[in-house]
């Protein structure tokens, strides 16, 4: 590699020399891509292409094909059909690290990067400089890592900085510095904005132009409209693995594309009542650094209200918070007028306020207990006046579970992991309900369920409701919105962005704020 001006040493072509917008030819094909895995067709005889210099915005709801469709540019997955060409010569086979020396680099979400090594060890994590001998030239690596930062508008950091010691934006320059280093020419943006203040994106913004004004082209996956419009030139939308549009942005405006995002649905409404009646839970000027701010609400005794959005806009923080399990740091919580003291968790279930939290695999599931011990211990943790356990009362649980939610367990003694997803989210609830909370809060309730099992726990949902239990219920699923919720509240960038009446509910419109089209770009 060739020390001296940025855009020669990371193999990057002269701006002088480059062609402008509009005039170049294809540089990345994907040809009638399709993915299959088992029975479900993850990706369906999609095209899709990209200019060198070219900020692509790639879009569409979860479970979309975005993730499958750029894993198969980036090597990890091999197309059922179809074929991907890179400046014209055919990649479709290559594996991760031979996209990655063809120059397609995958900046995650999360982040692939270690707080406990320095910077410069971080940009070469994995592909170290070493002499004949095998031996790490750290000098020549901290030179190279000096010249990359000053790309990236970095020159002030030094290589030595402990990585635990930067911001979050330059976690994510460093990322992109990564890629530079080993000359990107496709780098694929993955949600990047998702823990960044406006200024921050700002910042971002301004590195991306300039990498493309080198011709660089970048693939930007995200759900918020504002930051699509200002940055990305085209775009692709895809909906259930096949392409529903595509164009260049300056052709259309965020309805169009929250058009084409949501699509239509057949809906399979339950039966909801409506209901009116006293406050029981207030919260007023909620606020947690960094994730949400100023966040207000009234919940009514017998309500579900739901808060949605998407990724990043502060719901699953203040999920936790509103349990306990995230500090605030301003605002308060009245329960019955009286204030949810904060200390604990234990504390807030005590007050009255329970909840059944995402991701039952990490966050709820006790693998090496049984069905009865997974769904007992939290009424023996927070209301067993006792130090034993007693039999009898667990083997009533157990029957009362099986009755309320048809939970197919043929033993209380069968391992919780024996069970199918939907049961073990169902052994999940019922642990919850037995302490009879005033407040149920469902962060995400129906995540890897299948139909059958998402249809009970809907009902269970209502049924609390109409026997008098307030429910918070946060998920980005407008059906499940439209067949339990009473209100529902948006959310966009860490505050409430619009609050729905039920008869007011509309997927459309509900994108719509949730995406920041109604705010002015970034």
């Given at each position: 590699?060739r020390l001296?001006r ?6 990057l ?9 509009g ?6 094909e994907?040809k ?5 895995f088992?029975?479900?067709k993850a990706?369906?005889?999609v095209?899709f292409?990209?200019k060198?210099?070219?900020i692509?915005g790639l879009?569409?709801?979860?479970g979309?094909?975005?993730s499958t469709?750029?894993n ?6 091999r197309p059922?059909?179809?074929?991907v060409?890179?400046?014209g010569?055919?990649?479709?086979n290559i594996?991760e690290?031979k996209?990655s020396?063809?120059?397609i ?15 410069y060890?971080n940009l070469?994590?994995?592909e170290?400089i ?10 020549l ?11 990236v508008n970095?020159?002030?950091?030094s290589?030595?900085t402990p990585?635990?010691k930067l ?7 460093i990322?992109i510095a990564k890629?530079l280093?080993?000359?990107?020419r496709v ?13 921050e ?9 300039q990498?493309?004004?080198?011709g660089v082209s ?8 504002p ?8 775009f692709?939308?895809l909906?259930?693995?096949k ?8 052709e259309?405006d965020e309805e ?12 399979d409404?339950l ?8 406050v ?8 947690c650094d960094h ?7 009234e919940?009514?005794?017998?309500e579900?209200?739901?808060f949605?959005?998407l ?11 509103l349990f306990?399990a995230?500090?605030l740091?301003s605002g ?6 009286k ?6 968790i234990?504390?807030v ?11 039952r695999k990490?966050r ?7 069905v ?5 211990i939290?009424?023996f943790?927070y ?5 034993v356990v ?5 083997l009533?649980?157990?029957h009362?579970c099986?009755r ?11 391992e ?6 939907g ?9 919850w ?6 407040v149920?809060?469902f962060?995400?309730?129906t995540?890897?369920v299948?139909?059958?099992?998402k249809?009970?726990i809907?009902?269970l ?7 008098g239990v307030s ?5 980005q ?5 439209e067949?339990?919720g009473?209100?529902c509240?948006?959310?966009y960038n860490?505050?409430?962005s619009k609050v729905?009446?039920r008869?007011?509910?509309?997927e459309?419109?509900?994108?719509y704020y949730?995406t920041?089209?109604?705010?002015k770009?970034?």
């Amino acid at each position: 590699m060739r020390l001296g001006r940025p855009d020669v040493l990371f193999g990057l072509p002269n701006p002088d020399e480059y062609c402008r917008w509009g005039d170049c030819r294809m540089y990345l094909e994907m040809k009638n891509i399709t993915m299959v895995f088992g029975s479900n067709k993850a990706v369906d005889n999609v095209s899709f292409s990209l200019k060198k210099g070219e900020i692509h915005g790639l879009m569409g709801e979860n479970g979309a094909g975005k993730s499958t469709l750029m894993n198969i540019l980036g090597g990890v997955y091999r197309p059922t059909s179809g074929q991907v060409f890179l400046n014209g010569e055919d990649i479709t086979n290559i594996d991760e690290k031979k996209a990655s020396a063809a120059g397609i680099r995958f900046i995650h979400q999360e982040l692939n990067l270690v707080n406990d090594l320095k910077v410069y060890e971080n940009l070469f994590l994995g592909e170290e400089i070493v002499n004949r001998f095998g031996i790490t030239n750290r000098k020549l690596m901290r030179q190279r890592a000096a010249e990359v930062l000053e790309v990236v508008n970095m020159g002030d950091i030094s290589p030595n900085t402990p990585l635990s010691k930067l911001d979050t934006l330059h976690k994510q320059l460093i990322e992109i510095a990564k890629s530079l280093l080993f000359e990107a020419r496709v780098i694929i943006m993955d949600e990047p904005t998702t823990a960044l203040s406006d200024h921050e994106i700002k910042n971002l913004f301004t590195i991306m132009r300039q990498l493309k004004a080198k011709g660089v082209s970048m693939i930007y996956i995200s759900h918020k409209m504002p930051e699509l419009f200002e940055i990305c030139d085209s775009f692709t939308v895809l909906r259930d693995g096949k392409i529903v549009g595509n164009g260049y942005f300056h052709e259309i405006d965020e309805e169009k594309a929250t058009t084409m995002l949501v699509g239509q649905h057949v809906n399979d409404k339950l039966d909801k009542k409506q209901r009116k009646s006293d406050v029981l839970l207030e919260a007023k000027n909620l606020s947690c650094d960094h994730y949400f701010k100023d966040v207000s609400f009234e919940l009514r005794k017998g309500e579900v209200l739901v808060f949605t959005g998407l990724q990043g806009d502060g719901r699953r923080e203040l999920a936790e918070a509103l349990f306990g399990a995230r500090k605030l740091t301003s605002g308060h919580v009245l329960l019955e007028d009286k204030p949810v003291k904060y200390h604990s968790i234990k504390s807030v279930i005590r007050s009255g306020i329970s909840m059944v939290q995402r991701n039952r695999k990490e966050r709820s599931i006790i693998k090496n207990m049984n069905v009865l011990d997974n769904l007992t211990i939290a009424q023996f943790a927070y209301s067993n006046k006792n130090f034993v356990v007693k039999k009898n009362d667990q083997l009533r649980v157990f029957h009362d579970c099986k009755r309320l939610l048809d939970v197919k367990a043929s033993s209380p003694r069968m391992e919780i992991t024996s069970l199918s997803g939907g049961n073990q989210q169902k052994v999940i609830i019922s642990r919850w309900l037995e302490l009879k909370s005033k407040v149920y809060i469902f962060d995400n309730p129906t995540q890897g369920v299948d139909v059958g099992a998402k249809f009970e726990i809907y009902k269970l949902i209502n049924k609390l409701a109409e026997e008098g239990v307030s429910i918070i219920v946060f998920s980005q699923e407008y059906p499940e919105i439209e067949k339990i919720g009473d209100r529902c509240i948006v959310m966009y960038n860490g505050k409430i962005s619009k609050v729905f009446d039920r008869e007011e509910f509309n997927e459309k419109e509900m994108m719509y704020y949730s995406t920041g089209s109604d705010k002015k770009a970034v």
